[in-house]
């Protein structure tokens, strides 16, 4: 099994500042994906990336890989409000995902 | 995307007493299904793996007698708290995982909050 670790463990920003987390992680991956988790809420899945791309958009989210560096960030850009939440990077060998402890993202009004 | 309910949302019971979690796909069928529990202000942990038609597989100090996970079919995987006790408290997430051609993605529930009194 594979764990991501978040970094940094927590962010507070303005809104309409943009918010990088990085995860990093130790053996090969297929795919690495990003989650966000609202309090008390269930995870919701922001944008998958495979192993041989280095590079995907989604919306205001921009997320970068780099395997030889075993590594990938998130980009959230022009934050708002609704961006407060923990997030968290699963890397993927098709198996079972153990979580970090995420980035706690705290956009400031 | 796909989707995963979990029934109930939420419940509270006596110490004691036995509690069933359902984690449903509702769109998709689900060869593995994962079963994790989060307490406050703390990341999620994974308690088991569960594959339709087998026994599921615990983690490394998970009590298999206490949680006892269900997996009938390819869209239903049930988590049995037995003889629930206040520690048992937490917040219980599941997730499927779905088959996308050679993609495999987790998609999670939205968690039952369990309280034991």
């Known amino acids: 099994s594979q764990q991501g670790e978040e970094d940094p463990q927590a962010l507070s920003i303005q809104e309409g500042e943009n918010a990088t987390m990085n995860c990093s992680y130790k053996?090969?991956?297929?795919?690495l994906q990003w989650y966000r988790q609202n309090s008390g809420r269930g995870l919701v899945h922001l944008i998958l990336?495979?192993?041989?791309?280095r590079e995907k958009h989604s919306g205001r989210l921009r997320v970068t890989l780099d395997t030889s560096k075993k590594s990938s960030s998130l980009l959230i850009t022009a934050s708002r409000a609704a961006d407060t939440a923990s997030y968290f990077c699963a890397p993927n060998r098709d198996d079972k995902i153990i979580f970090g402890k995420g980035t706690r993202l705290h956009i400031l009004p | 995307g796909a989707v995963v309910s979990q029934h109930p949302s939420w419940v509270i019971c006596k110490s004691g007493t036995s509690v069933k979690i359902e984690c449903r796909s509702l769109?998709?069928?689900?060869?593995?299904m994962f079963w994790y529990r989060q307490f406050p202000k703390q990341s999620l942990m994974l308690m088991a793996t569960?594959?339709?038609?087998?026994?599921?597989?615990?983690e490394q100090g998970v009590e298999k007698d206490k949680f006892l996970i269900n997996h009938a079919s390819l869209t239903l995987s049930t988590l049995t708290v037995t003889s629930a006790h206040p520690e048992d408290s937490s917040f219980y997430i599941c997730?499927?995982?779905?088959?996308?051609?050679?993609?495999?993605?987790?998609?999670f529930g939205p968690g039952t909050r369990l309280t034991v009194l």
């Open positions: 769109d998709f069928q689900a060869t593995t």
């Open positions: 569960s594959n339709e038609g087998s026994k599921a597989t615990y």
């Open positions: 997730s499927a995982r779905a088959l996308a051609g050679t993609t495999d993605t987790q998609y």
């Open positions: 053996t090969s991956i297929n795919n």
């Open positions: 990336i495979r192993s041989n791309e």
